[in-house]
T-cell receptor, first 114, second 115 residues
Framework: GNSVTQMEGPVTLSEEAFLTINCTYTATGYPSLFWYVQYPGEGLQLLLKATKADDKGSNKGFEATYRKETTSFHLEKGSVQVSDSAVYFCALRDFDFGNEKLTFGTGTRLTIIP | DARVTQTPRHKVTEMGQEVTMRCQPILGHNTVFWYRQTMMQGLELLAYFRNRAPLDDSGMPKDRFSAEMPDATLATLKIQPSEPRDSAVYFC?????????????FGPGTRLLVL
């Protein structure tokens, strides 16, 4: 079956540091991959996505590249801000018309200190 | 800016009471999902619908939970009777998977506390 493995948190960084949150996946087909972000007290928001191998998703300074050979979709940002403090979820949707579900990782809590 | 809306945003109730949560999906989205989030279990899919028909409710405790879509603009999740272990944040999400490659758009959640 499908699964998503995320880097264990919590992660604490200083402002302007470089961020990487690792995500690897197992899927039976050719999945779409997503990063969602959840700010305190809010719902999940789509941060970025990639739908095929070698695609790069990007938004708000965050990037992730769909690597089929390593089954990975690591999230990166060159210089984090205090406002990036949140929980980040990696997710996949297998390309199967009969299955609309997203498979989520367990989430990585990120705290940025000034 | 189209959004998923959920009501109520917060609910405190006593054990044994009925709880009804409502969700208005983004107009035009044909797939609706219900999730539950707790610290211990994380994010769990309870049920989902496509074109108002239930497709999968295997994540839902059948004896006390029920989910329906009376029309395309309203999804409901009911708990009867509620128990303290149902305390959680319940999220609704909607999407148009075949056009948007599976992207789901989440509402702000209903924070439920059962005393």
């Amino acid at each position: 079956g499908n699964s998503v493995t995320q880097m264990e948190g919590p992660v604490t960084l200083s402002e302007e540091a470089f961020l990487t949150i690792n995500c690897t996946y197992t899927a039976t087909g050719y999945p779409s991959l997503f990063w969602y972000v959840q700010y305190p007290g809010e719902g999940l928001q789509l941060l970025l996505k990639a739908t095929k191998a070698d695609d790069k998703g990007s938004n708000k300074g965050f990037e992730a590249t769909y690597r089929k050979e390593t089954t990975s979709f690591h999230l990166e940002k060159g210089s984090v801000q205090v406002s990036d403090s949140a929980v980040y979820f990696c997710a996949l949707r297998d390309f199967d018309f009969g299955n609309e579900k997203l498979t989520f990782g367990t989430g990585t809590r990120l705290t940025i200190i000034p | 800016d189209a959004r998923v809306t959920q009501t109520p945003r917060h609910k405190v109730t006593e054990m044994g009471q009925e709880v009804t949560m409502r969700c208005q999906p983004i107009l035009g989205h044909n797939t609706v999902f219900w999730y539950r989030q707790t610290m211990m279990q994380g994010l769990e899919l309870l049920a989902y619908f496509r074109n108002r028909a239930p497709l999968d409710d295997s994540g839902m405790p059948k004896d006390r939970f029920s989910a329906e879509m009376p029309d395309a603009t309203l999804a409901t999740l009911k708990i009867q009777p509620s128990e303290p272990r149902d305390s959680a944040v319940y999220f609704c999400a909607s999407g148009l998977p075949r056009r948007d490659r599976g992207t789901q758009y989440f509402g702000p959640g209903t924070r439920l506390l059962v005393l």
